[in-house]
């Protein structure tokens, strides 16, 4: 099996999956409890937490919320400080968890785009006028985009916003970035919010966290037993804080060894696929992801391209045939056919959309597995490419 | 504690099949048997015109959701056997109603005695009597009255040669012919709503039905695949033994997409999925092939294009929906089990394979043009060799 959709989901870490188990046998206790074994587990995720912070660089500002995941993280901070009369903007590229909680925030008439103020999902801050001029309090971005993986590096133009609109918070969603870009002390200028998936960087599925700056006041989205100062109620899953802070620690281990690599693969899989489309002439490429650009500007670890007229689903399913998962260049879906918005947003056509692949890359794969996916995509591009050609009847 | 339970089993259009009666009869127990096999110490005997199950109290409620999946049966009971004692009966019945007066004030009933030992002495109606007064005696004053015509509650007897059971809690049972008594046949199973519920119909008439689905994982991957599987596996609920023939489709499909005329698509898609069904039913003996099609449904489904497939067969091609409405067809599905699978969103690669503008009216003559155009005959080969057999009593 070779499997470069490591942006949907990567298999779990050996390690990590040995650290839960033992967890899962000995911290059965509920932490909220007042005798010695739920002291103790109340003390092991405090140690989890203490992990993470240092890992992150987060400053003393900053606190951590274990929530179910990046999807939680994202609706409760967007909820929990918007709601209600704070205005919410994104840059309309950003996934689901934020998009549809935007919308869902905002009154529709008042919606405000911001997709002019992007570049290949970069935001450009000459949209930063637009914030202030439009009373938005928060605004949120992703740190990777999911889809394209283009990077927002908000740094640049922080003070700029700080200066120009200080009134408006700014939240990343950091599931496609933590573990993968660099994050440093830095890096939480200027950042009010933060949301981290563990299943992205070999961590178990169903836990994630919320990063935020504490002092700004977070309305509950789960009321109960006002576990994690109120602001997430629930009983903590033990193992599951040891899984993701084990995840982390690995995944921080070795950043600048799989970044390295990654690019590696990058290079391969965007010259091969040029390659393919010199010899090709009936194959012609659009890459989502902006290529030309270097890596501060996109990661490494994705790349998303078009080439119509074959469609990416079924493009994927050929390959799903030689035992080769990738994902999807615009995700529909399982209640409609119709692209996601992303690849619409950065100007690509409704066709393009749909015939596109996204490969993203984890810390297990290696430069034979993109030679391979090379070889299949050109293979079942060429098997598919007559049936997908319009007008080929001769009646 | 648990006690001992007798279940009651009526067939009642079996026991109208003259001389072939006995095969019905051990079909049908064969079945019940095998609905039944895991469950512990049941005890069955076969007196004449009804299946008895001795059983305890506890596996009432497994015992009747499994037979009421059993196709031959008319309906069926749980009672207790008896002494044919109208006092001891009577007891019983006071028993079982009146914890029901407690919260009714006016319950209609009656009491309907069945003799087949013609050798006891009181008659049915006597007897009906005897049992009725004596409970309205004890009941009449809580809301307890007789009526004959619309009873709610309803006592029932049978003096039978062997034992006397009473009861009261008939409920019917999915009715039909027993399967095995009918011979097998192959439905063609797309993943709709309407074939299971064409395959459950002719299941009920007795055949054993085995299945067939064409798949293009190729271009949809897995999704129809794992749809089609389950509902095999529900149909296969109401008679074990089926199979699911899946056939590798994709090469066909391509081939008439990329060399024939668009319009005729659908239509040509049909004839090799007959074409193919009836080989493999030839070759298996199977008696006929089964679809869900209901006249002018869809595109696919006008009496020209019926014939253009029909037209190939010589098996018998049976369509126990065609007259059938959509809205009779969902109630059926949903009442089988099958509805909420068949929903679900399944991939189709209508932008791939279906033409824009698919011909009602088909021409044989311009299909088999079509048919002239691609090399069906070794598509049709390499399709039939590649088949994937799953025995659906075997899958988890």
Known sequence: MIYLDNAATTPMDPRVVQAMETSMREDFANSGTVYKIGLDASEKIEECRQTISELLCLPSSHRIVFTSGGSESNNLFLKGYSFPGKRVACSGLEHPSVLDTVDWLNDTDEAIDLKPFQKEGVFQPSGIRVLKENKVRLFCLSHVNNEIGSINNPSHWIPDLNKTGPQTKLFLDGVQGVGKLPITANTWNGISGYSVSAHKINGPKGIGVLIYDSRLDLTPQIHGGKQQYGVRSGTLPVPLIVGFTSALKLALERRNEFENRAKELNACLVNGLKDLERENPELQLTFNTPVELDFSQRSPYIVNFSFPPVEGEVLLHHLEQKGIYVGLGSACSAHSREPSRILTGIGRSKQEARCSLRISFGAQNKLEEVEMFLTEFKTAYEALYPTFRQGTLTK | ?396
């Open chain 2, 1 to 396: 504690m648990t006690a001992s339970r007798i279940v009651l089993i009526r067939y009642d259009e079996i026991g109208l099949k003259g001389k072939n009666r006995q095969f019905f009869e051990s079909a049908l127990l064969k079945n019940i048997k095998e609905q039944l096999k895991g469950m512990e110490g049941l005890r069955y005997s076969t007196p004449r015109g009804r299946i008895f199950i001795v059983l305890e109290s506890d596996q009432i409620d497994t015992c009747l959701r499994n037979l009421a999946r059993v196709p031959g049966i008319a309906s069926m009971s749980s009672g207790v056997e008896v002494e044919p004692d109208a006092d001891i009966i009577a007891q019983m019945g006071i028993d079982w109603i009146a914890p029901l007066l407690e919260q009714k004030s006016d319950l209609p009933f009656c009491v309907k005695t069945q003799r087949s030992n013609k050798k006891f002495p009181i008659s049915s109606p006597d007897f009906n009597y005897e049992v009725g007064s004596r409970i309205m005696k004890q009941l009449h004053d809580k809301g307890l009255r007789v009526d004959l015509t619309h009873p709610e509650f309803e006592l029932e007897v049978e003096i039978g040669h062997e034992r006397t059971v009473a009861f009261y809690n008939r409920v019917p049972g999915l009715g039909g012919l027993p399967v095995g008594s009918s011979g097998q046949v192959l439905t063609l199973l797309s993943g709709g709503i309407d074939s299971p519920v064409a395959a459950f119909n002719i299941i009920k008439r007795g055949c054993r039905s085995h299945f067939i689905f064409f798949d293009n994982q190729a271009f949809l991957g897995r999704g129809g695949y794992d749809k089609v599987l389950r509902l095999a596996k529900k149909l296969n609920r109401f008679q074990g033994q089926g199979i699911l023939y899946v056939v590798p489709f994709g090469d066909l499909q391509v081939s008439i997409r990329d060399h024939c005329n668009p319009s005729n698509r659908v239509v040509l898609y049909r004839r090799m999925m007959y074409r193919i069904a009836q080989e493999l039913a030839q070759r298996k003996g199977y008696l006929g092939l089964v679809t869900g099609e209901s006249i002018g449904q869809v595109a696919s489904q006008t009496l020209e294009n019926l014939a253009a497939v029909s037209g190939l067969c010589t098996t018998s091609v049976f369509r126990p929906l065609i007259g059938t409405d959509k809205v009779d067809i969902v109630q059926q599905a949903k009442r089988i089990e099958t509805y909420e699978i068949s929903i679900e969103p399944q991939p189709d690669c209508c932008s791939v394979f279906m033409p824009p503008r698919p011909v009602t009216r088909s021409k044989i003559p311009d299909l088999e043009r079509d048919e002239t155009r691609y090399p069906w005959k070794p598509l049709m080969e390499k399709a039939l060799g590649d088949i994937e057999r799953i025995e659906l009593g075997k899958v988890v």
